[in-house]
C-alpha cells in the first residue's frame, strides 16, 4: 500500500527496489514529483518504511508504471538488500521464473481452477463467482456481475480441505467479458502459504 499525502492509502506492487529507486505498479494514478510512502514487505524479512519521488509513470493498459527516486539511509539501504535477496530465495524455492508479455518476471505460477470463491463488495450483500486460475498473487474470477477496475473487494478462497480469505482489487477487465483480474493486497502469510501449497499439490498432480 502506498500513500500520497493526506489521501487515503492505495494498492501498489513493488517490482524492483534498490538504495536509489524503486520501481512499482498500481491502478491509482499520481502525479510526477508526488512524493509517496510506503512499505517494502517481504516474507522472511523485516519491513522497510520508504519515502520516494516520482520521477516518471507510464501507463499500461488499467495500470500505471512508476519509477521513483528514493533516498535512504545506511539501515534503510542494508534492509532493501536484505529483503532483495529474500525475494530471490522464495521465488527460486516455489516458482520458475516466468517471461510476462511486460517484459517483467511473473513471481508465481498461475494455475486453472474451477471453484466458487464468495465475495463481497463494500457495503453490499455477499455474491458467488467462479474462479478460472489462481496464483499467490491473485486470482481471475468469472462473474456477470459488473465491477469496476480498482473496486476492492473481501473474498472467501475454497482450497481443497482449506479456506483463506483475502482481499483484492479488480485490476483489469476486458470489455464483453465475464473475467476480472483480482490482485490481492491484504492477505496474511499464511493465507499465502496455503495457496502456495494448493498450487504445489495441484501441480505436482498434474
Known amino acids: 500500500m502506498v500513500r500520497a499525502g493526506n489521501s487515503p492509502p492505495a494498492m501498489a506492487i513493488v517490482e524492483h527496489a534498490s538504495h ?3 520501481r512499482m505498479r498500481s491502478v491509482s494514478m499520481f502525479d510526477i514529483n508526488e512524493r509517496l510512502e510506503f512499505a517494502l514487505s517481504v516474507h522472511g524479512a523485516p519491513r522497510v518504511a520508504l519515502t520516494g519521488t516520482i520521477v516518471s509513470r507510464k501507463q499500461n493498459g488499467a495500470r500505471w508504471a512508476y519509477l521513483l527516486a528514493l533516498r535512504t539511509t545506511p539501515a534503510q539501504a542494508e534492509a532493501i538488500a536484505a529483503a532483495t535477496e529474500k525475494a530471490r530465495e522464495r521465488s527460486a524455492e516455489h516458482t520458475p521464473a516466468q517471461d510476462a508479455p511486460s517484459g517483467l518476471v511473473r513471481a508465481a505460477i ?3 481452477v474451477t471453484f466458487d470463491v464468495h465475495y463481497t463488495l463494500l457495503g453490499s450483500t ?3 463467482a467462479r474462479a478460472t486460475n489462481i ?8 462473474t456477470r456481475d459488473e465491477l469496476a477496475v480498482g473496486a476492492s473487494i473481501e473474498m472467501q478462497i475454497p482450497l481443497d480441505s482449506d479456506r483463506v480469505s483475502a482481499k483484492g482489487r ?4 476486458q470489455l464483453q ?3 476480472y483480474n483480482v490482485a490481492f493486497y491484504d ?3 499464511e493465507a499465502r502459504d496455503t495457496i502456495t501449497r494448493f498450487i504445489e499439490s495441484h501441480t505436482k498432480a498434474a
Open 110 to 112: 498461475r494455475i486453472p
Open 170 to 173: 479488480i485490476v483489469a477487465h
Open 177 to 179: 467479458s465475464p473475467n
Open 126 to 128: 455477499g455474491r458467488i
Open 187 to 189: 492477505i496474511t502469510d
Open 135 to 142: 496464483s499467490v498473487g491473485g486470482v481471475l474470477m468469472n
Open 20 to 22: 536509489s529507486e524503486c
